[in-house]
T-cell receptor, first 114, second 112 residues
Framework: DTGVSQNPRHKITKRGQNVTFRCDPISEHNRLYWYRQTLGQGPEFLTYFQNEAQLEKSRLLSDRFSAERPKGSFSTLEIQRTEQGDSAMYLC????????????FGPGTRLTVL | GQQLNQSPQSMFIQEGEDVSMNCTSS?????WLWYKQDPGEGPVLLIALYKAGELTSNGRLTAQFGITRKDSFLNISASIPSDVGIYFCAGYYGGSQGNLIFGKGTKLSVKP
């Protein structure tokens, strides 16, 4: 399968714990994006990378959230000291810059904070 | 921030019916994308539109990029049960680099 992959698909954690999610983009895509989606809403932008550079961050990305893409390939999103309000679907997408930035999404990681 | 107004919020379909939904904004958008999302999955790209006035089809789906660049619509002809799901419009407006703005979705369900 050459699409965007995300791991894990589901994560249940207790409040206050740290969690880390991984995204592997489509191999030739140089842009990678993170979104958060809550029930009944469309995805909301968190941050994006072009190669290894983090170019834009939403104000939704509090200081408990950090994203990395160290070698310009896969990316990780870490949430420290999770809160119940962090419960959501975390989506990753990738695109090839210069082709209308059409974003292709992965299946998401469903986070539940107890 | 920028918002996309998507309507209707939900609709019921009977097999064979045509379906229409649209998305509007107060800002000019450079690109319009239409996605379908099934429960527990990520959005799947249906159609991408890059120029004002562009009309693009993908099987039974047809979408158009409005001339004013502030709206787009998606039509589904001869609906079938597997069309059920949530359809999202999304787009880039003039000020964004990578921030794709999404509507709240149109939920398609089968008529009881």
């Amino acid at each position: 399968d050459t699409g965007v992959s995300q791991n894990p698909r589901h994560k249940i954690t207790k409040r206050g714990q740290n969690v880390t999610f991984r995204c592997d983009p489509i191999s030739e895509h140089n842009r990678l994006y993170w979104y958060r989606q809550t029930l009944g809403q469309g995805p909301e932008f968190l941050t994006y990378f072009q190669n290894e550079a983090q170019l834009e961050k939403s104000r939704l990305l509090s200081d408990r959230f950090s994203a990395e893409r160290p070698k310009g390939s896969f990316s990780t999103l870490e949430i420290q000291r999770t809160e119940q309000g962090d419960s959501a679907m975390y989506l990753c997408a990738s695109s090839a810059s210069g082709i209308g930035d059409t974003q292709y999404f992965g299946p998401g990681t469903r986070l539940t904070v107890l | 921030g920028q918002q996309l107004n998507q309507s209707p919020q939900s609709m019921f379909i009977q097999e064979g019916e045509d379906v229409s939904m649209n998305c509007t904004s107060s800002s000019i958008f450079n690109t319009w994308l239409w996605y379908k999302q099934d429960p527990g999955e990520g959005p799947v790209l249906l159609i991408a539109l890059y120029k004002a006035g562009e009309l693009t089809s993908n099987g039974r789906l047809t979408a158009q990029f409005g001339i004013t660049r502030k709206d787009s619509f998606l039509n589904i002809s001869a609906s079938i049960p597997s069309d059920v799901g949530i359809y999202f419009c999304a787009g880039y407006y003039g000020g964004s680099q990578g921030n794709l703005i999404f509507g709240k979705g149109t939920k398609l369900s089968v008529k009881p």
